[in-house]
C-alpha cells in the first residue's frame, strides 16, 4: 500500500509533527479531520460504485465511462479508478495518528481530560473499523495497518493478510470502542443535534458491530456470531426506547408494540433530507458532488444525466415476494408502500432500464402521495446531502435475519435428538427426547416469529394504509403447531412433526428471502443491497468460504446459483454475467495495478491473472 497513503498529511520534519499534540483543540481538529476524510468525494463514489454490482443499478453507458462499464460488465481492469484504495487508507491513518498520539496531550493541555480522550480514541476505532470493514468486502485480501505513517520518508510496503485476521481485528477494536464513546443520550446532551449523529456514539459503534457480526455469521455460518448480533440489536433498542419515551402527535407509528419509534409513513423520506430520528449514524456533507454525479447529474449542466439508473426490478410493481420486481402489492392487491415512489422516479412508467433514482436527490418527501414524481428541478449545486450509514431500521432487519439464521443453525445442532429417538428403548426415554425437541421447537419458533414480526412492522411502516405484504400479514404462521394432543404417543408424533416442519428448507428459506426483500424495499440505493447479497451468497455455497486465507491460496468457491440469479435479473441478456461471475475472486475488486507496480509485498486476486483484465476462466 504504499502509494496509497496522502503523502500531503505527513510532514518531514519530526518537530513540525510532535507540534500537532500541544491541545485538546489540536485534537479535537484532527478528530474532525478523520471525519472528513470519511466524507471524501473518493470514498463516497467507492461506496456507490463497489454495490452498483448489486441488481439496484443500470449503469448509463452513454456517458462512456469505461471504469463504470467495466463494472456494470463483469470485465475488471486492473486499472480501473474504483480499485484504487488509496482514500481509505488515507483516513485510516488519520486515525492510527489519533489513536497513538493523542494520550500525550492530556500531560500538556489540563483541559483534555482522560474522558475525552477515551471518546476521541474510541470514535478513531470505530471509523478505522467502518473503513477496514468496506475494504474487505471489497477486495477480500488487504493490508492491515494499525500504526501511524508520520514520516512522507517511511517504508509503507506492507503485505496483505487473510480477511479473517482484519475482521477479528475489527471485532476487537469496536468491542473496546462501545465502552469508551458517548452513551447516545449523553450524546444528545452534550453535542449539537447533528454532531449526535455525525459521530460515532455508543449506539452507532453498536449498529456497526452488528453488522460485522452478522458479515462473520454469514461467512462462518457461526450460531455465536449471530447470537452476539441479536444481543447488539437489543442493546440499541432499549437505549432507543429510553430516550424516545412518548410519541408525538402523528410523527410515530401507533401499532409498533415493541416501541421502535419509527417515523409514520409520510415521514419515511425525512432521513433522506437531513438529521432525522430514525438516524444512528450518517456522514454530514456540506458539498456531495459525488452523489449528485451518481444519482442525479454526472456534471453541471442542465441536460446532464447521472451516472447510474435504477431498472424494471425496482422501477415497477409485481405481486410476489421471489418473483422479479421489488416492491409488490399488499395482500388486498394494491401497492401502498410509499418507498416506490419515495425512491424512483416516475415508478411505473420508466423506461425498462432507465429508471431515475430519486432517494437523495428529491429534496422532500411524498408525504403519503401514491403519485410518482417524473423527476428533481433541484440545482447541481449545492449538493449537501447526508450520506445515511445506520438508521434504526436496519437494525431491526439485521436482527431479523440474524434470528432466521441462529434458529438454522439451532435446528441443525440438534438433528441428531431424531436419530436417538428413532433407538430410544422405552417409552419413558422417547418422552425425555420429545421433551427436548419441545424445547428446541419453542425456540425456534420464537426466533421464527420474532423475525417475521421486525420485518412486518417495517413493511406496514412504509404502507399508506397501513396494509402488510400478504406474505408478512401473519407472523405466528412461521411458528409450530400447537393444540392438544391425544396420549404419550401423539405428543411424541406432534413434537417429532414440528421438529421436521421447522427443518423442512420452506420456513426458513421463506423468510429469508422476505427479510431479503425487504431490505431491499427499505434500504435501496444507501450502498447496502450488494452486502446483503453477499451475505446471502456465502451462507448458501456448497461449502463454507475460507475467510482464513488469502485468495490465492485456495480452490475458488463456486458461487450459489440463486444468488447469480439474483445478480442476472438487471440484465437483458444475463447468461454471459453471471458466468463471469461464477466463483468467489470475482466478486471482489482488483490490487490496482499501479498499487502493485509499487508494493512488491501484494499479490493479485487470481481471477485477474495478466494483472491488467479479469481472466476469462
Known sequence: MSSCVDTVILPDDKTVEEDYW??????????????????????????????????EFTTNTSLSNSDLNQLYMADIQTTNGYSNWGAFYTCINRCNQIIAKSASVMDLDPNYLEGDH???????LALRSLCYFYLIRAFHDVPLVLEPYTMSSQNMSVAQVAPGVVLNQIISDLEKARTMVLSSQDA??????????????????????????LWKGSIYRDKASYTRCIELCDIIHNNRKAMFTERIGD????????????????????????????????????????????????????????N??????????????????????????????????????????????????????????RKADLKAESGSSRDYTPYNTNFVIYRITDVMLMKAEA??????????????????????????????????????????????????????????????????????SDSTKFAAKTGNVDGTTDYVKRMVSNFTTLQSPAPASDLEILILGERAREFCFESKRWYDMLRFNYRHTSTPANYDQLLADQTPLQNYSEFLTLMGRKYASSAVITSRLSTEPYLYMPIRKAEMEVNPLLIQNPVYKDSETTSKN
Open 403 to 472: 434470528l432466521v439464521q441462529k434458529a438454522r443453525l439451532t435446528l441443525e445442532e440438534n438433528k441428531e435428538e431424531l436419530t436417538l429417538l428413532e433407538s430410544a428403548q422405552t417409552l419413558e426415554d422417547s418422552v425425555a427426547i420429545a421433551e427436548r425437541i419441545q424445547e428446541v421447537n419453542e425456540q425456534v419458533s420464537a426466533m421464527y416469529v420474532g423475525a417475521a414480526r421486525l420485518a412486518q412492522i417495517v413493511n406496514t411502516r412504509a404502507s399508506t394504509s397501513n396494509t402488510p405484504i400478504q406474505a408478512l
Open 188 to 213: 444528545s446532551l452534550s453535542l449539537s443535534y447533528i454532531k449526535h449523529y455525525g459521530f460515532f456514539t455508543q449506539d452507532a459503534v453498536s449498529a456497526l458491530l452488528a453488522d460485522v457480526y
Open 22 to 55: 500541544q491541545t485538546e483543540e489540536q485534537v479535537e481538529s484532527l478528530v474532525k479531520g478523520a471525519y472528513t476524510a470519511f466524507a471524501s468525494g473518493d470514498i463516497m463514489s467507492r461506496l456507490i460504485v463497489w454495490n452498483s454490482r448489486s441488481d
Open 118 to 124: 477515551d471518546n476521541n480514541v474510541g470514535q478513531m
Open 308 to 365: 447510474f439508473y435504477t431498472n424494471s426490478v425496482y422501477s415497477a410493481s409485481g405481486t410476489s415476494p421471489l418473483g422479479a420486481s421489488v416492491f409488490i402489492t399488499d395482500k388486498s392487491g394494491t401497492l401502498t408502500d410509499i418507498r416506490a415512489y419515495e425512491s424512483v422516479f416516475s415508478f411505473g412508467n420508466a423506461a425498462e432500464s432507465g429508471a431515475t433514482i430519486r432517494k437523495y436527490v428529491a429534496l422532500d418527501g
Open 251 to 306: 410523527f410515530y407509528v401507533s401499532f409498533d408494540d415493541d416501541d421502535y419509534f419509527l417515523n409514520a409513513c409520510k415521514y419515511y423520506y425525512d432521513a433522506f433530507t437531513g438529521i432525522d430520528t430514525e438516524d444512528i449514524f450518517s456522514i454530514l456533507f456540506t458539498d456531495n458532488t459525488s452523489l449528485c454525479n451518481m444519482y442525479f447529474k454526472s456534471k453541471n449542466q442542465t441536460s446532464a444525466q447521472p
